[in-house]
């Protein structure tokens, strides 16, 4: 079974930056998987933000996030990154990552998923 474990999040001004990290257990496979992030607010639907391919050049990102989200992945970590510049109020949020065999946006697409790291952005 594998497990995922966010990190990284908290409490910062808007502007500000913050790097979540995702690492992997029960796998010796991280390699092949594609790793998604997705946010939730309460009381609302889980969104996707971005993923990173297995390729770590391939990225992608929902236009709210583009430009200010990065992704990267270290294979021997079993650890992908997301960083965080520029953070608005509107990024708060409990942050998700999950991981799959695809690439996409889709949650059903998603095979395992962490438990979520908070991250608040003050005004």
């Known amino acids: 079974q594998v497990e995922l474990v966010e990190s990284g999040g908290g409490l910062v001004q808007a502007g500000g930056s913050l790097r979540l990290s995702c690492t992997a257990f029960g796998t010796n496979n991280f390699d092949k998987y594609a790793l998604g992030w997705f946010r939730q607010a309460p009381g609302k639907d889980r969104t996707f933000i971005g993923a990173?391919?297995?390729?770590?050049?391939?990225?992608k990102f929902i236009d709210s996030v583009n430009n200010r989200f990065a992704l990267s992945r270290d294979n021997a970590e079993h650890t992908v990154y997301l960083q965080m510049n520029s953070l608005k109020p509107e990024d708060t949020d409990v942050y998700f990552c999950?991981?799959?065999?695809?690439?996409?946006?889709?949650?059903?697409?998603?095979?395992?998923w962490g438990r979520g790291t908070q991250v608040t952005v003050s005004s």
């Open positions: 990173i391919s297995w390729d770590p050049d391939i990225t």
């Open positions: 999950a991981s799959a065999l695809t690439f996409g946006h889709t949650e059903e697409q998603y095979l395992y």
